[in-house]
Structure formats: structure tokens, C-alpha cells
């Protein structure tokens, strides 16, 4: 009886009503928030649309996050500029990094919560 997906991603949070209020409005994540074609919004869920789910442990050395952190959170992204766009419009600080893409992998950027966690965005390689 096979795992059928992720179910909740839940992490601890200084000020999680003001943190919610941001994914919501930067990244269109959190309850209530609708990926296309993916059916009606409810209170207490996102609906997305279902894709691959990379699930990695790291080496407790890596370097790839900030090491006070636990976490990265990887999302998956169908307009990679488009989303970049509408973070810098809000003043979100945006990295990104040539060797981070590739026509293999896609392409990443990545930006950090008020909290200062890593969020990678990832749109997957075309075709």
C-alpha cells in the first residue's frame, strides 16, 4: 500500500498568521489558494496540480540552506520569470544562479520568507 503523496507541509513559525498572509500573497500558497485546473478553493487546503515530488535528506553539513535552518522548501513553478517579476515588483529579494539550471534539471531561483526560510521555486525543463 504505496504513499500516494505529500499530504501537509507544517513548520514552526514566530508569527504564523502574519507568515500564512505572505505565502498567500507572494506565492499563491496556503489554504484557500487554487493552482489552475486543479479544482475549488476550501479553508483549509491548497489545491495543486500533481508532478513529481523530489524528496531529499541532506547531509546535516550541507550548505545548499543557511545551517540554522532545518528546511528548504522546493515549489514547483509553471512561469519561473513571470513569478520572479511579481516578487521583485513586491520587494522580494530574489537570488539566482547559472550553475543552478540546467536542461536537465529546469530552473531554480530562490527567495527566503519574513522568516528567513529558504523557498527554491523550480520550473521544471520543457519537454
Not at 512561469?79 to 534539471?105: C, F, H, N, Q, Y
Request: net charge negative; with cysteine.
Amino acid at each position: 500500500m504505496p504513499v500516494l503523496g505529500v499530504g501537509g507541509i507544517f513548520f514552526r513559525a514566530n508569527d504564523p498568521d502574519a507568515l500564512s498572509a505572505w505565502y498567500r500573497e507572494h506565492l499563491g500558497v496556503g489554504a484557500g489558494c487554487v493552482a489552475p485546473d486543479s479544482g475549488p478553493p476550501d479553508e483549509w487546503s491548497w489545491q495543486v496540480q500533481g508532478g513529481p515530488i523530489v524528496f531529499a535528506p541532506f547531509g546535516a553539513d550541507t550548505d545548499y540552506w543557511h545551517e540554522s535552518k532545518q528546511f528548504m522548501l522546493n515549489l514547483r513553478v509553471s512561469d519561473l520569470d513571470g513569478m520572479l517579476a511579481s516578487l521583485r515588483a513586491a520587494g522580494v529579494d530574489i537570488i539566482t544562479k547559472d550553475e543552478w539550471d540546467s536542461p536537465e534539471t529546469g530552473r531554480f531561483a530562490r527567495v527566503h520568507d519574513p522568516e528567513g526560510n529558504a523557498i527554491e521555486l523550480w520550473e521544471e525543463p520543457v519537454g
